[in-house]
């Protein structure tokens, strides 16, 4: 314990002293060299290790799609808005979609069909007449009664019931009309017959119509369905 409080040897106890103060600073650089080593070797699993510790350091902060200053965290019962982005992209989606056309009589095609062939003393006939698009587009059509007649005739060609001298004009009835082949490309419209016959300001005291052929002819803005026939019994 003397030898190491007071050094021996030839030379003064500075030297000595000054050779230990050199000794104990190498051997503290070689331990902090050493310490350094071990945590560059071991220091990412650490860091792993920490980020398994604390779950919130692994969650990725959520924000509402379409709206990047929105809050990660919004409480409950919040509502949210559209952003302007938003509105403009909704807006001008509205502003290209163009407006069903009217269906051009060309694109059309008219029909009629007759609920049975005969009608006993006590039926009345049942007419169909039956608006179908036939183009490659969706057009509307207007099938009021301003637009379409109905017309019934005898065998010998006489007129005995039309629908222009009884009925009156309805209100606007437009429908749109799928491209054809798609389901809703047409529209049935009946019509009964009373079997009483019919005169121009619908007078009242008309006969009702004998027992025989009839045939009945349709028309839509101008455009002529093929006549159907049918036989009244007694």
Not at 86 to 96: C, F, K, L, M, S
């Amino acid at each position: 314990m003397s030898s190491l409080v007071n050094p021996v040897g030839p030379e003064g106890r500075g030297v000595y002293w000054r050779r230990r103060l050199v000794a104990v600073l190498v051997l503290a650089l070689l331990v902090a060299g050493v310490v350094a080593g071990v945590r560059a070797l071991t220091g990412p699993e650490d860091s792993q290790a920490a980020e398994r510790l604390d779950p919130a350091r692994t969650q990725p902060t959520l924000t509402p799609a379409g709206d990047p200053g929105a809050s990660p965290t919004a409480g409950a019962g919040e509502t949210s808005t559209a952003s302007p982005t938003d509105e403009a992209t909704d807006g001008a989606g509205e502003a290209d979609e163009a407006p069903v056309q009217p269906c051009a009589p060309a694109g059309l095609a008219v029909s009629l069909t007759s609920s049975a062939v005969s009608f006993g003393p006590q039926e009345s006939p049942r007419i169909n007449l039956v608006v179908q698009n036939t183009g490659d587009v969706p057009c509307t059509a207007e099938i009021g009664s301003a637009t379409r007649t109905f017309s019934i005739s005898d065998a010998a060609g006489a007129q005995v019931w039309s629908s222009a001298d009884c009925e009156g004009e309805t209100g606007s009835q437009v429908y749109e009309l799928a491209p054809a082949g798609a389901e809703g490309s047409s529209r049935a419209m009946g019509m009964t017959w009373s079997r009483q016959r019919s005169a121009p300001g619908c007078p009242g005291d008309q006969p009702r119509a004998e027992a025989g052929q009839y045939s009945v002819t349709a028309t839509w803005d101008g455009v002529s369905a093929t006549p159907v026939s049918f036989t009244l019994l007694d």
